[in-house]
């Protein structure tokens, strides 16, 4: 009631207009000219004069108490009222009294009141609400057509439009509809068309999602849909609001997957803006590389070249990397683009540039000849890990192309020693035996320096390791060696694994406007799969698993006691009331269905061990008092099947040990393990404690 | 659903808390948020974070935020719900508690923690959202907005928008605008006023050649109305600017708005509620019917390393500032400007010349010599002497024009249908403005 009580009654300031300047005809937009500052009213035009007398005499015929008393009389008022409303006037004026009206035992009077209801309710949706009692008491009528009435008119008592929040929830509502047929499926989607064209994003992002699914068999209408809401997802990217723009980004993204083309003529509207905070620009180039195609690929390059050099190196790396991966389609350009970059002497840009190379040679070994001709140089201005190994990787494979590849070599042998990335190490020992392979004169001597230093003074136990392999290897033969070092040098089928075909819409229609695609997709199913527990039972949302970790089980503990709801799909329902003497009745009436005996020492408080059991819900029925010689205590448990554990814990201090016995109420052994398994840890974990 | 909102201040203190459906942590998930957020690496986007690990009851948590005004506006929710819904709800929150509290900042949040919570209440229901409606609200709303200094007309002298975060924020926002719109629910000697914006984000991007390469305009009609509600139906009509008829590539009105006479006579009508409304929001891209508002003649000779650069500025500008960033370890700048009292000056590796007024149709010149260190190593590896070394440019300016915006489109009456109530006519102020949202220009 509250949500209606909120309808505001907009309609109310037309109602006043009306009545004051009743007969002033309604004004032509010429005379909006020249008078611009002054202040004009406008009222609808009214289709019969003296409407305000007629309305003023039915409503005092209608709160005469002797008409009302007359029921045939009352009634040919009311007919009055809606003869008026049929041809045109405005009876909305009445609405109180005709409320009022409704009240009564003569069916014929009740029938027409609900009409009038229906017609004016939305003008007057606080007046409405008056009439809802009595449709309520209506409800529960003996009579079965009054009842039948009141409700249908309940239900087409249309008080209010949607605002926008409520049009985002009903579409999201919606999407549980299936249905029944073609025709109606299409029905739908006309019906929901103007939503597509709503000023909120939300609406528009909910209407598109219902669309997609609602057509999952009609792939040409998602893909209209997806046309329709090109605008709207356009608009939202140049949002001023930063966070709504990042969001359709994503978005934008998602859609690239199955349709590449679709947003390659906006590729401008991608182009970063030097104020833009860094996670948005990650996403545009993120984007640009996705739409690239034959007709944008000159200008996205040259946008891309522009942030090659940018001030964050972060950003700068992120747009070589997007070099990097269009060059897999447009090789020539990119390659280009790239040797110039090494040009520049940046530390930042040219480990990125070889580690780009690098890639690209194994995927696209046209490209390695122009590679190798622009890496020589490069070892200047490499220093990190990551760039090493590339350039030295680089330089193995393709050593026989570039002729100052033992010398570069070279130079990273003789500073092994203050060489502080193992895997830098790593990569020239092989590295330098491929090379050897192909020019044995120039690698020879440093090739045995390095496999000297490698096993006689090297800390680090894998390049070691090769070392000592390498050299075993070169014991047994050349011919050996190279049957094993001498790999492919590329390999063009490894992109189209990492390039997976275009992405059917129904794919990912679900999560279209939601988290997901904001995410992505691999991080959204690490994230549901740490929460899948919490999400499996809606109707019992605060059962919680074992493992719960309360303030009793310290941090040492929590590897072994979240184990537990892996193994096992045991949930324990919290709050389980059972009588002492249902417990008692059932615990005769079953056999043990399990026992068993732990280890526990010195002290005990069982004040402790009732807290931590209720952490994992279960509950104590009774238990002896502290100090109590042997100690006694009884369990109940309950879990989300309904199935019972009833325990007995019985503590013999003579002997250091707890029996543990356990009745079921029905024999499921898979479950009783879980709950043995769950006891088991709770009293071990007490007794670490006191320990 | 959402779960909580609050609001933090820039520096991570919470100024406002609020739990909706008590199935979440506690006050601590506000300092968690803050925690995440400062600790975020940098490739990663804080606009929607999720909590894993740690303590239970938190886990599984989205945080939904947006930055208005210096504020942090976040939204904790554990379902996986609309991400457009939930980021609207808060711009739509932003414009609400600014609507009622006069502006949106730490001050006036602090000083209206009463109003704010009761705002709250009404439009969030067990985190299901029942309105947010400026005029609906106003039935429910009891606690009166505290002001820090009474409205004066006389605080308009300053040309102010309400709500366009222009780059310098510093015309903005006028006081006039900024106050709230309830608060003199009993003051009879309430202005009337209506208050309509035009304002246009330019975003351009041209080659070194000079030739355009990007336009891009979003426009947005706004209308903030301190009308007493119910009285009066209010019409803005609309006409095009220039010859037959302004071309927008994309629009979108309010619901609100009626479209009846807009295809025949350009007239939109409509009754806003009190408060801040976008009638209308339209986008432009590549042809603009009038030229550019600024040219930019860059050049630059690098064997003398030195650059001129000429600006020509259509309209009357303000705030102009030219953002060069130059090339690392430049170690001195000399400067050559078209009127002495103007000043470039060098600043976190770019220089900056900022222009606080320019007439339109002047033409200024600015000569910067500066001394780059070469890059090491051998010549000839490097670039031939004529290209620009790394780190130069390009070349962006912001700027704002009052009075002028670069669709063309411009409002031409603001006409109120009003039902005088003892008040005076109402007063009406009409503003078009232009900011660059990235104007650059590649060297």
Not at chain 1, 45 to 66: F, I, Q, R, T, W
Not at chain 1, 303 to 330: M, W
Request: charge should be neutral; glycine fraction near 6%; hydrophobic fraction near 40%.
């Amino acid at each position: 009631m509250s949500q209606k009580k909120r309808q505001k009654p907009v309609v109310w300031v037309e109602q006043i207009l009306l009545k004051m300047l009743p007969h002033q005809d309604e004004e032509e937009p010429a005379s909006y000219r020249g008078s611009s500052g002054s202040c004009l009213v406008t009222i609808r035009k009214m289709p019969y004069l003296g409407s305000e007398d007629v309305v003023k005499e039915l409503k005092k015929a209608l709160c005469n108490p002797h008409i009302q008393a007359d029921r045939l009389r009352y009634r040919n008022v009311i007919q009055r009222v809606i003869r008026y409303m049929t041809q045109g006037l405005d009876m909305s004026g009445v609405f109180m009294e005709m409320v009022k009206a409704s009240a009564t035992v003569d069916i014929v009077q009740k029938k027409l009141v609900y009409l009038y209801m229906c017609t004016y309710a939305p003008l007057k949706p606080d007046l409405a609400l008056l009439a809802i009692n009595t449709l309520c008491k209506d409800c529960s009528d003996p009579n079965p057509m009054v009842r039948g009435l009141a409700l249908r008119s309940m239900c087409s008592l249309r008080m209010s439009k949607l605002d926008q929040w409520g049009q985002a929830e009903v579409l999201n509502f919606l999407l549980r509809y299936q249905p029944r047929s073609e025709e109606e499926l299409f029905d739908i989607l006309n019906l929901l068309d103007s939503f597509l064209k709503s000023g909120s994003p939300g609406v528009v992002m909910g209407a598109t999602k219902l669309f997609l699914i609602l057509a999952k068999k009609f792939p040409h209408v998602q893909t209209d849909v997806l046309v329709r809401v090109k605008g709207p997802l356009l608009a939202a990217c140049s949002s001023e609001s930063r966070e709504l723009c990042f969001v359709a980004l994503c978005h934008v993204r998602q859609i690239l997957h199955s349709l590449p083309g679709h947003f390659s003529s906006h590729y401008k509207k991608f182009f970063c803006s030097y104020s833009e905070p860094h996670y948005i620009k990650l996403q545009k180039v993120e984007v640009l590389c996705e739409l690239v195609n034959d007709e944008n690929v000159q200008q996205v390059l040259e946008e891309l070249r522009g942030y090659c050099t940018d001030v964050s190196a972060d950003f700068a790396q992120a747009a070589i990397f997007a070099i990097g991966s269009i060059a897999r389609t447009y090789t020539d350009q990119c390659v280009q683009i790239l040797t110039e970059l090494l040009g520049l002497r940046q530390e930042h840009i040219t480990t990125v540039v070889v580690q780009t190379f690098r890639d690209l040679v194994w995927l696209c070994p046209q490209c390695t000849e122009a590679v190798c001709q622009a890496l020589p140089g490069c070892e200047e201005n490499i220093q990190d890990s990551e760039g090493k190994q590339a350039l030295i990787w680089l330089l193995g494979v393709h050593g026989e192309r570039i002729p100052n590849a033992p010398y570069v070599l070279e130079d990273f042998v003789e500073n092994v020693k203050s060489e502080t990335f193992p895997a830098v190490k790593m990569e020239l020992l092989t590295a330098l035996l491929r090379l050897f392979l192909s020019r044995p004169a120039e690698c020879q001597d440093m090739l045995g320096r390095l496999l000297y230093y490698c096993i006689e003074e090297e800390k680090d136990m894998a390049v070691r390791d090769r070392g000592l392999f390498y050299y075993r290897l070169l014991l047994v033969g050349i011919d050996e060696v190279k049957r094993i070092l001498c790999s492919p040098k590329s390999d063009p089928t490894l992109g189209l694994l990492e390039d997976p075909a275009e992405r059917p819409v129904n794919s990912w229609a679900s999560d279209f406007n939601t988290l997901v695609p904001v995410y992505g997709k691999s991080r959204w199913a690490t994230i549901s799969k740490c929460h899948g527990a919490e999400r499996c039972g809606p109707e019992l949302p605060k059962t919680s698993s074992f493992a719960a970790s309360g303030p009793l089980i310290p941090e040492e503990n929590k590897e072994r006691v979240q184990e537990v709801p892996d193994s096992g799909t045991l949930m324990l329902v919290p709050n389980l009331q059972l009588t002492a003497d249902y417990f008692e009745k059932t615990w005769l009436s079953l056999k043990v269905a399990h026992q068993q005996v732990l280890p526990w020492q010195g002290e005990f408080h069982p004040d402790t061990l009732q807290m931590a059991l209720q952490v994992v819900n279960i509950q104590t029925i009774a238990m002896s008092r502290a100090g109590a010689r042997p100690w006694k205590a009884y369990l109940s448990a309950q879990d989300d099947t309904g199935c019972l554990f009833l325990t007995e814990l019985l503590w013999k201090p003579e002997n250091s040990e707890m029996q543990i016995s356990v009745k079921q109420n029905e024999t499921r052994t898979e479950t009783l393990k879980s709950f043995i398994s769950v006891l088991e840890t709770v009293i071990g974990t007490i007794e670490e404690i006191k320990s | 659903m959402i779960s909580q909102f609050f609001i933090l201040s820039s520096k991570g203190d919470p100024l406002i808390y609020k739990d909706f459906r008590g199935d979440s942590g506690g006050r601590d998930v506000a300092e968690l948020f803050y925690r995440k957020l400062t600790g975020l690496p940098g490739d990663e986007s804080p606009v929607v974070m999720v909590t894993t690990g740690g303590r239970r009851h938190h886990e599984g948590r989205h945080f939904i935020h947006i930055r208005h005004s210096g504020l942090y506006l976040v939204v904790t929710t554990s379902e996986n719900v609309s991400p457009f819904g939930l980021l609207e709800l808060l711009s739509r929150l932003a414009t609400l508690l600014g609507d009622y509290c006069g502006s949106l900042g730490e001050g006036t949040i602090s000083r209206n923690v009463a109003l704010v919570y009761e705002l709250l209440d009404e439009v969030l229901d067990y985190g299901y959202v029942q309105t947010t409606s400026t005029e609906m609200l106003r039935n429910f709303i009891q606690t009166e907005a505290v002001v820090s200094k009474p409205f004066s007309l006389f605080d308009l002298s300053s040309v102010g928008l309400f709500g366009a975060e222009t780059q310098q924020s510093k015309v903005a926002p006028s006081s006039a605008a900024s106050r709230p719109v309830l608060s003199s629910r009993s003051d009879q000697s309430q202005k009337n006023e209506v208050f309509l914006d035009v304002v246009e984000r330019l975003s351009v991007l041209i080659a070194s050649n000079g030739s355009l390469l990007k336009v891009d305009v979003q426009g947005e009609i706004r209308l903030k109305s301190f009308l007493p509600s119910g009285s009066v139906r209010r019409e803005v009509s609309l006409f095009p600017g220039y010859g037959p008829g302004i071309r927008v590539d994309e629009v979108s009105f309010h619901s609100f708005v009626n479209l009846d006479e807009f295809e025949s006579h350009r007239i939109l009508r409509l009754q806003p509620p009190q408060g801040e409304l976008t009638v209308m929001r339209y986008q432009l891209s590549d042809d603009l019917p009038s030229p550019l508002p600024f040219r930019l003649f860059p050049s630059v000779q690098w064997d003398r390393g030195s650059g001129r650069s000429t600006l020509e500025p259509k309209p009357r500008s303000l705030n102009v500032r030219l953002h060069l960033p130059l090339p690392r370890g430049v170690i001195s700048l000399s400067q050559e400007l078209s009127s002495p009292e103007q000043k470039a000056e060098l600043a976190e590796g770019a220089l900056r010349w900022d222009l606080p007024r320019v007439q339109g149709g002047s033409q200024l010149s600015g000569l910067f010599q500066m001394d780059v260190p070469r890059p090491p190593g051998p010549p000839s590896h490097g670039l031939s002497t004529s290209a620009p070394p790394l780190g130069l440019g390009p070349a962006s300016l912001s700027f704002e024009l009052p009075r002028h915006t670069c669709s063309g489109l411009q409002v031409r009456f603001l006409r109120l249908a009003f039902r005088p109530c003892g008040n005076a006519n109402p007063h009406k102020w009409v503003r078009h403005l232009s900011h660059s949202d990235a104007y650059v220009i590649r060297i």
